[in-house]
């Protein structure tokens, strides 16, 4: 079977680690291929990393808000190129993807990671998304926490899927002295402990929290070191909040590294402080670099942590109990090796590209052999969506 994968990637971050992931886990039968939205030309990084790997992918080359250009585009390469199902990513892929997807007559699966709501535009959007989902043969979700979201967005139960996140553990080596060296570099001088984090600078990741709750940490500890890796529209006011709080030798922010897989394991504890998350990239990769983590219990964070048993999960918002789980951790080196190897094992065993790619062989599979493949269609009607072989044998759609 031939899958095409259809998104909106301004970099290689998370959503698309996951892609390539699943990419390379699939069995030989079922060929992945993707197409990607220009993005004033920020989807290439994305695209090359899956060049190398061997995979066909190539940018679209008409985008929104030209709507019939994409559609007709779109509608060519999944007849062209001969797709059996496609998987959207993203609010942008699922609002233009289904419509071609529809009318070239194959399945189309949506995969929601998460909700932001960061702007009011992203809001619409989001929005908007909730409603398409309604009408896609399958909403994948990447956590149960994500999947009770989208359930109460309308979808019915038996078009959503679970399939969570998933990581390659031996992506990660141990710590060693040039990589803890490149880590305190960023400060003017070395810090005994160093705390990381990483994620968009944006209102839902909640970061504002953790530079207040870096000032309650530097009380106990005044030689630990926060380094927080990322870009987005906050940077400049939580440069001004690390100024305020007299920070500037504790805390420091750095831009988005592709390469953070090869510094994870030189951190002594990682956080995350968000507001939302569908399941967390980071908190997976902290764990396979067998480092331990304190965040916000929102979302599918808790699927992966367990709380008191490999991390501390503290309530969203709440600077304090996101300091003392910190500082628990940072004065207990024992503590901290144990919730190291514990997340390590937990993603090790639990969150495998193996595993995640039975599960959506299956899931493609039972689409394609005509299961589950009713919707509802705008006016009400069932549409159900034919197979390439039945188009076939009845001349296409009308």
Known sequence: MRIAHLTASPFFGGPERQMLG?????????????????ERGLCHPFLEELTRHGFHAEALASNSPHYFAVQRELREKLEGQKIDLLCCHGYKAGLLGRPAARRVGIPVVRVSRGWTAATWKVRLYEMLDR????????????????????????????????IRNSIFTDRFGEPDAQGRAFLQSFFLKPREFLIGAAGRLSPEKGFEHLVDSAAHVVRMQPNAGFLLFGDGPLRAALARQIASRGLRNNFVLADFRADLDRWLPNFDVFSLPSYTEGLPNVVLEAFAARVPVVATAVGGTPEVIEDGLNGFLVPPGQPVPLADGINRLLSNACLRETFGMAGYYRVRDHFTFEAQAQQYVRLFRDLLEGKSRQTHAPHGKPHVVPTRSSRAATGGEK
């Open 131 to 162: 409603i398409n989902m309604r009408f896609m043969d399958r909403v994948v979700c990447v956590s149960e926490g994500q999947a009770a979201k989208v359930r109460r967005a309308g979808v019915p139960d038996e078009r959503v899927s679970v």
């Open 22 to 38: 699943l990419a390379l886990s699939l069995p030989f039968d079922v060929e992945s291929r993707f197409f990607s939205f220009p």
